[in-house]
């Protein structure tokens, strides 16, 4: 077989075949233009109607910046792009490429594809206007970008010509990748998602736009020390922050607390907010390139600003602490993902930031859209999506606009709210339903929160007559109920359309979390089982198993995910298990020279690569993983000669700050690794890593490198997962429960290439309501109890009591809430099942391979192909 090439080989699409482009040809240049729609800044609070000319940018020196386009269209202008990066480089640093410092070249290269980029987004948006599309604002606290530049070469069908436009000069584009940091403005899987769809929804050609918030720091930087997770800024603006354009002129005012006063007046009621403290939300835009697209879209992120930075009058009279409140108030918004809310302070910023971030967007759509329409129409040229309910508020704050600055009667100010919105939600988790305490939420957002009481009475209008006779299902299903708002009611009553995002867990919302709110409107509820970006995880991450395909099937896969079943012919070809399983070790031991590198571990490529990476939640059961892992040290203790195969567990989480268990259970994983690492009488047959800072790079590094893929979630939490999907499509094998999106690559590989274990979720839920017992698991199996036992007298001198106790008779509630003492032994059997089905390669990467041609429904285009046609009801530019 022909030898597999490691580079991320660009491809064009042509009878099924994927061909080089590397021929010279006319040169063809396109102005660097700025977005045609400049939007005139806002007075006060008030939108602004009047419409902006269209207007080409001008470079600073007043001429006309020209940078050349060829992608998959035009082919590649070697020359022209050099000149572009000389360009800038002169621009930037007043210097010449043979002067240049790698992060010099690397910011001057972002900006040369930023304005190639910005260029097509003029054009896009021409076409856009030209047929009045209508297109989504995908709404998300979260967008998990990891690194852009890559990923715009790949998406223009440049990165081998950049390459040796760089080589060239002296530079290695690796290198200069390697020096962007992750854009980690995103915890986990509902962050990785929003951003694989509004990669999908370019390069499938829609128009939308993604609103979010321009954190300071994103998610924390991962350190471990002694085996505690300490969290440190992420400064991701650092050398991310060249891919943001600041729009200072759709700079927007948000208002918290203070007082409303209403009069009416000409029979109408006129509103005023009074004695509030004001946020300017800034806007920064972030083109979006799809692969192989005429299309750009943008992600807009908010940050927070004070209106005046400093008063002087305070500081001059030495107050320099409090002239300085203000702008400490609110930059503070904007700070960082997710501050702790396990106090009020927490909490109160936590719902400072979702009213900021949606009432800036909010603005912005209506702004944008009044520009060339009525607001009539608006359902018509909108769809706003709230992904997970953290963007809730842009239900009540549609509402304020429409009513207040437009002077709606709520009749109709409803119906278009109930025509424009719809709402994924993702997570069955009761906790994670979010909830606001009433006081607060009244003393932050009065008028909001006066709307959104009006929502709940008349909602209740409804319930009531649906109900009739039962007032506990009214009060059940109300949105202001107990002390608190409930976010997700307030969600279901105002969207079109509700779904889940997996098979399981929308038949879950419709069963039990949303059961009531099913009965009334069945209509509404449907699912959409998530995706990736099957490109980056393939054509980046694993760029040898791309090569291979596009070799035995064509490139048609790249932009046509299901065209990866065909890979399925091969089955059978010995030749081709053995090149797969060549590719893989290969992979694996670039993994293992970081963790080499990283963590002073040594693994061998030739052991199986255990991987579970994720968020971590007890609910995912890291811990169900670490308790097999301690019971396998034991039985190799028990006989040094146990017929196993070399096994390497590999482990990445970040837990929240205030999640003290959670933390504890990282803490365990790392204490294994400390026993077993240490002990030369097991170190050929078992390593346990933990990889600090897991993040999407990372996760490009590991997830090529794995055999096993761990997905064991208790059945019945898990509303899909992602990484589930990622692990399939570069031939990981799953050991998993049936849970999530589980079931449905079940369904696609069949029952013989995945490893099935555990109680199902109606088990579960059949256990739980006859009262859990899991002392008698631990009484009845000795493995087991050997385990628990375990934690309580120590692991590398370490003692777990409270995991231990947690397990067994409870700590903070009751005990083992996630089912790990019942599916213990299940999970075992698996594990000694898929060590044995291990023994035979040819027939482990044969699953491998299957896996790997039935992974194609999981893309992402698929997934945003479904929302657009079934509930946005948007069409392809």
């Keep these: 077989m022909k030898k597999t090439l490691n580079t991320e080989t660009e491809t064009q699409i042509s009878e099924n075949k994927v061909k080089k482009k590397n021929a ?7 102005g660097n233009q700025a977005e045609t729609e400049t939007e005139t800044r806002t007075n006060g609070n008030k939108i602004n109607k009047k419409s902006a000319p269209s207007a080409r940018r001008k470079a ?5 910046d020209e940078y050349p386009y060829r992608g998959f269209k035009d082919g590649f202008d070697g020359a022209g792009f050099s000149d572009s990066l000389v360009k800038q480089m002169k621009k930037m ?23 190639i980029l910005t260029s097509k987004r003029v054009s896009f948006k021409e076409k856009m206007r030209a047929r009045g599309t209508k297109q989504v604002y995908y709404m998300s606290v979260e967008f998990l970008l990891g690194r852009s530049l890559k990923n715009h070469l790949m998406n223009l069908g440049m990165t081998e010509n950049v390459t040796n436009v760089l080589a060239d000069m002296g530079f290695d584009l690796s290198e200069l990748c390697d020096i962007e940091q992750d854009a980690g403005l995103g915890n986990g899987g509902l962050g990785r ?23 300071d720091y994103g998610i924390f930087k991962q350190k471990i020390a002694d085996g505690w997770q300490l969290e440190l800024p992420d400064e991701w603006l650092n050398e991310g922050g060249v891919w943001l354009a600041p729009r200072v002129e759709d700079t927007f005012e948000i208002k918290f607390g203070g007082r409303v006063d209403e009069e009416w007046s000409d029979g109408r009621l006129y509103v005023k907010h009074k004695d509030y403290t004001s946020v300017l939300a800034v806007p920064y835009d972030m083109n979006v390139s799809g692969y192989a697209s005429d299309a750009v879209n943008t992600l807009r992120l908010w940050s927070a600003k004070a209106p005046v930075g400093i008063d002087l009058k305070l500081f001059s009279q030495g107050e320099y602490v409090k002239a300085m409140e203000s702008k400490s108030y609110a930059e503070s918004i904007s700070k960082i993902l997710y501050p702790a809310d396990n106090h009020y302070e927490g909490k109160s910023l936590r719902l400072k930031q979702q009213y900021f971030f949606v009432s800036a967007s909010v603005q912005s759509i209506l702004k944008k859209h009044l520009k060339f329409n009525e607001l009539s129409n608006l359902p018509d040229r909108v769809a706003i999506h709230i992904n997970d309910t953290h963007p809730a508020l842009c239900v009540p704050e549609l509402m304020r606009i429409l009513l207040d600055d437009f002077f709606y009667s709520w009749e109709d100010a409803w119906s278009i709210v109930k025509r424009t919105v719809s709402y994924t939600n993702h997570t069955v988790m009761s906790e994670a339903l979010e909830r606001w305490p009433k006081e607060l939420f009244k003393s932050l957002l009065p008028r909001i929160y006066q709307i959104t009481e009006e929502i709940d009475r008349r909602f209740r209008g409804e319930l009531g007559a649906f109900f009739a006779g039962d007032p506990a299902a009214v009060d059940g299903n109300a ?9 997700a009611n307030l969600c279901v009553a105002a969207s079109h359309t509700v779904n889940g995002v997996s098979a399981l867990h929308s038949e879950i919302l419709k069963n039990s979390v949303f059961r009531d709110y099913y009965r009334m409107r069945p209509q509404i509820f449907t699912n959409v089982t998530n995706g990736i970006t099957h490109r980056r995880w393939l054509t980046i991450a694993n760029p040898e198993l791309a090569s291979l395909l596009t070799e035995l099937i064509g490139g048609g896969f790249i932009t046509d995910a299901a065209e990866l079943k065909k890979f399925e012919k091969y089955k059978d070809d010995k030749s081709v298990l053995l090149e797969l399983d060549a590719i893989k070790r290969r992979n694996k031991a670039r993994l293992a020279e970081y963790i080499a590198a990283e963590n002073g571990v040594s693994v061998s490529p030739d052991a199986v690569f255990d991987v579970q990476v994720k968020r971590l939640h007890e609910y995912k059961r890291q811990l169900l993983n670490a308790l097999n892992i301690l019971d396998l040290y034991f039985k190799l203790k028990d006989d040094p000669n146990l017929n196993v195969n070399p096994r390497v567990f590999v482990f990445g989480a970040k837990a929240a700050s205030s999640y003290t268990m959670a933390k504890q259970i990282i803490r365990l994983i790392y204490q294994l690794g400390e026993l077993i690492n240490n002990d030369k009488t097991v170190n050929d047959k078992l390593k346990v890593v933990f990889l600090e800072n897991y993040r999407v790079t990372l996760a490009e590094l590991i997830i090529p490198a794995a055999n096993v893929s761990e997905q064991i979630s208790v059945a019945g939490k898990e509303a899909s997962g992602t990484g589930n999907m990622k692990f399939m499509i570069n031939g990981a094998v799953t050991v998993g429960t049936m849970d999530g999106a589980n079931i449905e690559i079940f369904e696609r590989v069949g029952g013989e290439n995945i490893f099935i274990f555990g109680l199902r979720a109606h088990e579960i839920e059949r256990l739980a309501q006859s009262g859990y017992n899991p002392s ?21 001198g370490v003692n777990f009591r409270d995991i231990a106790d947690g397990l067994t008779i409870g700590v903070y509630g009751k005990a083992d809430p996630y089912f790990v003492m019942a599916d213990f032994e299940s999970y075992s059997r698996a594990q000694a099942a898929l060590d044995k089905a291990y023994n035979d390669k040819i027939a482990f990467n044969r699953m491998s391979l299957l896996n790997i041609a039935g992974a194609g429904f999981f893309a992402a285009d698929r997934s945003v192909t479904e929302y ?3 509930i946005w009801h948007i069409e392809r530019v």
Excluded: W
């Design 24 to 30: 010279p040809v006319k040169t063809q240049t396109a």
């Design 60 to 64: 600073d020196d007043g001429t006309d």
């Design 93 to 115: 640093f007043g210097i010449m490429p043979d002067e240049a410092e790698k992060e010099q070249m690397y910011k001057a290269l972002c900006t040369v594809v930023k304005d």
């Design 193 to 215: 998602l929003a951003a694989a769809y509004m990669d999908a929804l370019t390069s499938k050609g829609y128009a939308a736009t993604g609103f979010s918030i321009r954190y």
């Design 479 to 487: 949105i202001i109920r107990g002390g608190d708002i409930c976010m």
């Design 776 to 796: 008698y698991f631990y009484n009845h199996n000795a493995d087991l109890k050997r385990v628990i036992d375990a934690l309580n007298s120590g692991v590398a």
């Design 868 to 870: 657009a046609e079934r």
